[in-house]
């Protein structure tokens, strides 16, 4: 599944727009859109996403002996 599929769903899940999201992380809906196009997201840009959509945004590498990256 691709971060704009994620996005979509936890929009879906918050019953909020894409518009509104956008406006939450102080992006025009137009760049946003763009973003949401090429999928192309820094860290913070999806950490900023998960706080408006007031969910925690995780990436990590989790190894046998418990070592997370």
């Known amino acids: ?3 704009t599929q994620k996005i979509r769903m936890a929009l879906a899940y918050r019953n ?19 973003r949401m196009k090429t999928g192309k997201f820094s860290d913070d840009d999806l ?3 998960a706080e408006a959509l ?10 046998d002996d418990g070592t997370v990256i």
């Open 1 to 3: 599944m691709t971060v």
């Open 16 to 34: 909020m727009s894409e518009a509104e999201l956008s406006r939450r992380i102080g992006s025009s809906p137009s760049a946003f859109n763009q």
């Open 47 to 49: 950490n900023k996403i």
């Open 54 to 63: 007031n969910a925690v945004f995780e990436c990590s590498f989790k190894f």
